[in-house]
């Protein structure tokens, strides 16, 4: 399978918890990424081996995994949060790059 | 720190080419493998292409197979994509990325350069 599915926007309240998923086919055998992007900037590497945080991440960004759903979870959401998050993972062959259509969490 | 400046991106008519740059610094370049995603307006992100760190493996996404030539410059530290008979759904911004080959991960990112393909 060629393709990772998000929800197209998820809203939250500030200092509640937001999770965003993505789910594919090759998920349960394929390393997924997580990235954010903000308006007019290039996305930052944010959760990477589907758990791993890269240094300078907050802890509050996390990633999990459950069979072909990975989730990220933001605990303690803050405004600076809202951006676009976007899944990257590969194909069930594990040849192809991939990524999810984006999701766009909005900070209430 | 890691710097990842793009260059050569414009306007051109359909059918046409442009070629892009990446300069490279703060990291060793020809350790690296390298990879062009591109984002149409408004829309997700799409990965083009990779070479590894000598050159000697290279991969394209279906959409631009055959059109686009990934290429690297380890003496200058410099990744380049030459696009011919561009498309008007080749417009976007192209990003030069670093990719880690076991985690398939970007790590980082420049800025971005604009294509656009119109009449």
């Known amino acids: 399978s060629h393709e990772l599915t998000q929800p197209p926007s998820v809203s939250v309240s500030p200092g509640q918890t937001a999770r965003i998923t993505c789910s594919g086919d090759a998920l349960s055998k394929e390393y997924t990424n997580w990235y954010q992007q903000k308006p007019g900037q290039a996305p930052v590497l944010l959760i990477y081996k589907d758990k791993e945080r890269p240094s300078g991440i907050p802890e509050r960004f996390s990633g999990s995994t459950s069979g072909t759903t990975v989730t990220l979870t933001v605990t303690g959401v803050q405004a600076e949060d809202e951006a676009d998050y976007h899944c990257q993972s590969a194909d069930s062959t594990g040849t192809f790059v991939i990524f999810g259509g984006g999701t766009k969490l909005t900070v209430l | 720190q890691v710097h990842l400046v793009e260059s050569g991106g414009g306007l051109v008519k359909p059918g046409g080419s442009l070629r892009l740059s990446c300069a490279a610094s703060?990291?060793?370049?020809?350790?690296?493998?390298m990879s062009w995603i591109r984002q149409p307006p408004g829309k997700g992100l799409e990965w083009v292409s990779y070479?590894?760190?000598?050159?000697?493996?290279?991969d394209y996404a279906d959409s631009v197979k055959g059109r686009f030539t990934i290429s690297r410059d380890n003496i200058k530290n410099s990744l380049f994509l030459q696009m011919n008979n561009l498309r008007v759904d080749d417009t976007g911004i192209y990003f030069c990325?670093?990719?880690?080959?076991?985690?398939?991960?970007?790590?980082?990112w420049g800025q971005g350069a604009l294509v656009t393909v119109s009449s």
């Open positions: 990325v670093t990719f880690d080959s076991t985690s398939r991960a970007f790590n980082y």
């Open positions: 703060g990291f060793t370049f020809s350790d690296d493998y």
């Open positions: 070479i590894s760190s000598r050159g000697s493996t290279i």
